[in-house]
């Protein structure tokens, strides 16, 4: 049975990766769903870059060869595992993510903020960007973003200032989809076409009416995808 590891956005836990879920499984993947530290009850622990995040996912995942799908963060591990680890990755989609989430400023800064006043002055001004205005299920993600450890969230803003694979991509072997959300203001169709551009085995998808959590926003659409490229 093929595995496909999950892994989502800062500030999320990988219930937001209920709407891929049943779909994989039912067909006939074998679903592995990660947490980021300090995210949906894992415990906090040291995050340097990057590189400490995709080595946790080796950890916690038995088979010798996967697939992997990430979203925003979880995109940028996808991209480390796939140079770092090429003989476990078997193919590769890149959901609303970035080779470089610049400028690293923005990221200290938001660590400085949460590690002194928590998550809740940013929460707002996220699950903006997450979703767009007419979104009907915005409660349960607000939940979910403010039951993340603010010291793990921190980290791992600490682990975006230094992460920038811009000069890295040609390197990427995986087969590669890469799906942007078409008014994703965090990481724009121009981000993906700058990774499919890059990567030699790569295709862009743009999925309409979607921001950032574009897997939640357009599930059947994203879901469709997903199977064709993993299955």
């Given amino acids: ?29 074998d679903v592995v769903r990660v947490e980021h530290p300090g995210h949906g009850g894992a415990p ?12 946790r996912v080796l950890a916690h995942v038995d088979a ?9 963060l979880g995109g940028a591990v996808g991209m480390r595992l796939a140079l770092d680890a090429p003989e476990r990755i078997d193919r590769l989609a890149l959901l609303c993510t970035s080779p470089s989430f610049a400028p690293a400023e923005q990221w200290r800064e938001r660590a400085a903020l949460v590690r002194a006043d928590g998550l809740e002055p940013i929460v707002d001004a996220v699950l903006a960007r997450w979703f767009a205005p007419a979104f009907s299920d915005v409660r349960r993600f607000r939940e979910m973003f403010l039951a993340t450890d603010p010291e793990g969230y921190a980290r791992c803003c600490d682990a975006l200032v230094a992460w920038d694979a ?7 072997e995986a087969p590669t989809l890469c799906v942007a959300g078409a008014e994703d203001p965090s990481t724009p169709p121009a981000e993906l076409e700058s990774i499919a551009s890059r990567v030699p085995d790569a295709r862009l998808e743009v999925v309409p ?6 897997n939640v926003e357009r599930a059947d659409e994203v879901n469709r995808l997903l199977l064709e490229h993993l299955s």
């Avoid at 906090?44 to 080595?55: C, R, Y």
């Avoid at 060869?65 to 979203?71: D, Y």
């Avoid at 009416?209 to 574009?214: K, Y």
Wanted: charged share 15%.
């Fill in 1 to 29: 049975m093929t595995t496909v590891v999950l892994c989502g956005s800062l500030g999320s836990s990988t219930s937001m990766w209920d709407p891929q879920t049943p779909a994989l499984i039912g067909a006939g993947l």
């Fill in 44 to 55: 906090v622990e040291p995050v340097a870059d990057v590189a400490d995040l995709a080595g």
């Fill in 64 to 72: 010798a060869r996967f697939s992997f799908v990430g979203l925003s």
């Fill in 166 to 172: 811009r000069d890295q991509l040609e390197r990427i």
């Fill in 209 to 214: 009416g979607a921001r950032h959590l574009a």
